[in-house]
C-alpha cells in the first residue's frame, strides 16, 4: 500500500457530459448524424466528464480518498458538475477552481450500442488551466499525482508543454508519484498541429507511470502511421502488432517514463516497464513496494466479457482501477489485471462512472473466475497465461 496512506490528487480536464441514451434499433453514427434525419432517443444522461471527474469519482467508488483539481466557469453547467460531485461526497468538489465570467466546459456524447462514441465538446476554462491553479494546499495531504487530459487544455502544451511540465515537476517534486493520461488531438485544431514528440520529450522525465491510448500515442509519435491505420477504419488497436506496441513502448520509456501502459481499447491494456529497478524506486510516494517484480515487464490484459451499455469513460476507469492496484502495493499481473475489470464494470453503464463497484466486488469477480474477450491483436513469440489471462512478451522476465 501506498507508503503515506494518501489522497490521490486528480488534476485537468473537467466537463459536463450530455449523453443520449438509444434503443439497441437505433442505427450507427452516420445514420444518427444524417442531415434533416429526426431520431427519436430516450432519456437525457447529465454526468461528470472529463478526466478529473471520470477518473476522481471511480477513484472515490474504489474506496480511494481522492481530490479533485479541475477549473469551471460560475454557469448552470458549473453548478450542476458540483452538484452531481457533492451527490458522491460533498468533498469531491472542494479543490474545483472558478473562473468569474466564464462558460463551463461541455461534452455532447453520441454513444450508439454496437459503435464506437463520438463527442462534441466545447473547451471553456480548461483552456486557462495553468500552475497557478495547482495550490501547495492541493497536495499537502497527497501520494500520488494524476493528471489528464492535457491535449483539450491550451496552455498544457503551448510552448512545447512547459507549463504541464511545471506542474508534473512540482508534484514529482514534492514527492508524490506522478502520472499521465492523454486525450486524442483534434487534427483540424491548434492541438493536433502541436509538437507532441516535444511535449513528451520535455515532461515524460517527471511522469512515473504514463497511461495514453494506442490512438493518442501514435497520433503523437508518428502520425503518418497514424494516418494510413486510421484511413483504413474500424477498430484501429485490432490491427496493430507486438512490434508496433514495443516500439512506442520503447520510445516512451527511452524519454523518460518508468511505467507505460497503453490503453488498447476492446483488446485491453498492454503495459511495460522499465529495466532499471533504480526508476522504478525513485517513483515517489506511491512506487512499487516490490521493485524487483515489476522490473522489465511486458504483457497484454484481455478485456473481460460484459454487456456493453456504453464506452464513456472507460479509459478513465480503467487508470482508476490500475492506479487502485498500485496503491494496493499489487504486481503487474494484478494491476493490469484490476485495470481491464475496472474498465470492464464501468462500460455495463452507459454513463462514466456509475457502473464501478467497489474495490472488494472488482477483486472478487476476478476471483470467481470472469471470461476474458479473445483479442484480434497479433502478438507472435508472445505465450498466453491460461491461468491469470494474460499474454506474456517473449522477453517478459517471470515474477521471482
Known amino acids: 500500500m501506498c507508503e503515506r496512506q494518501a489522497e490521490v490528487v486528480v488534476a485537468g480536464h473537467t466537463c459536463l457530459d450530455l449523453i443520449p441514451t438509444f434503443p439497441s434499433s437505433a442505427p450507427g ?16 444522461v447529465a454526468a461528470t466528464g472529463g478526466a478529473v471527474p471520470n477518473t476522481g469519482v471511480a477513484l472515490h467508488r474504489l474506496g480511494v480518498r481522492a481530490r479533485l483539481v479541475g477549473k469551471l466557469g460560475d454557469d448552470v453547467i458549473a453548478r450542476a458538475l458540483i452538484q452531481i460531485l457533492q451527490a458522491h461526497d460533498p468533498s ?36 486557462t488551466f ?51 493520461d492523454m486525450a486524442l488531438p483534434d487534427p483540424s ?13 520535455r515532461c515524460l522525465p517527471e511522469v512515473g507511470v504514463f497511461l495514453p491510448s494506442l490512438e493518442e500515442i501514435l497520433f ?5 502511421r497514424f494516418d494510413a491505420m486510421a484511413a483504413q477504419g474500424g477498430d484501429l488497436p485490432a490491427r496493430a502488432d507486438a512490434s508496433l506496441l514495443h516500439e512506442l513502448s520503447d520510445r516512451l520509456l527511452g524519454m523518460g517514463a518508468a511505467v507505460v501502459a497503453l490503453k ?3 483488446q485491453g491494456l498492454y503495459l511495460r516497464t522499465t529495466d532499471q529497478e533504480a526508476r522504478l524506486r525513485e517513483m515517489g510516494a506511491c512506487a512499487p513496494g516490490d521493485t524487483a517484480a515489476w522490473r522489465g515487464r511486458e504483457m497484454l490484459s484481455p478485456c473481460f466479457e460484459v454487456k456493453v451499455a456504453g464506452t464513456t469513460g472507460s479509459g478513465d476507469c480503467t487508470i482508476a482501477g490500475f492506479l487502485t492496484a498500485l496503491l494496493h502495493g499489487m504486481p503487474p499481473e494484478r494491476a493490469a489485471t484490476a485495470a481491464v475489470a475496472v474498465g470492464a464494470c464501468n462500460v455495463e453503464r452507459p454513463d462514466a462512472t456509475s457502473g464501478v463497484p467497489t474495490w472488494s466486488l472488482v477483486q472478487e469477480r476476478i476471483r470467481r473466475g470472469w471470461p476474458r474477450q479473445a483479442i484480434s491483436i497479433a502478438l507472435p513469440g508472445w505465450s498466453h497465461d491460461a491461468v491469470t489471462g494474460l499474454w506474456r512478451g517473449p522477453a517478459d522476465r517471470p515474477t521471482r
Not at 104 to 116: E, F, M, N
Not at 154 to 175: C, F, P, S, V
Not at 189 to 201: H, K, M, T
Open 220 to 224: 503523437m509519435l508518428d502520425r503518418r
Open 189 to 201: 485544431c491548434e492541438a493536433g498541429r502541436a509538437d507532441w514528440v516535444s511535449v513528451l520529450e
Open 29 to 44: 453514427l452516420q445514420g444518427l448524424l444524417a442531415p434533416g434525419k429526426l431520431v427519436d432517443v430516450g432519456r437525457l
Open 130 to 180: 495553468g500552475p497557478e491553479d495547482l495550490t501547495d494546499g492541493h497536495l499537502a495531504r497527497a501520494g500520488l499525482f494524476h493528471f489528464g487530459y492535457p491535449p483539450l487544455m491550451r496552455r498544457m502544451y503551448a510552448d512545447g508543454g512547459a507549463e504541464l511540465t511545471a506542474i508534473l515537476r512540482t508534484a514529482k517534486g514534492k514527492g508524490l508519484t506522478t502520472t499521465l
Open 92 to 127: 469531491l468538489a472542494d479543490g474545483m477552481v472558478v473562473a468569474e465570467g466564464a462558460a463551463s466546459s461541455y461534452t455532447i456524447v453520441i454513444s450508439p450500442p454496437g459503435a464506437d462514441r463520438a463527442f462534441l465538446h466545447f473547451p471553456g476554462p480548461n483552456d
Open 264 to 266: 488498447l481499447g476492446g
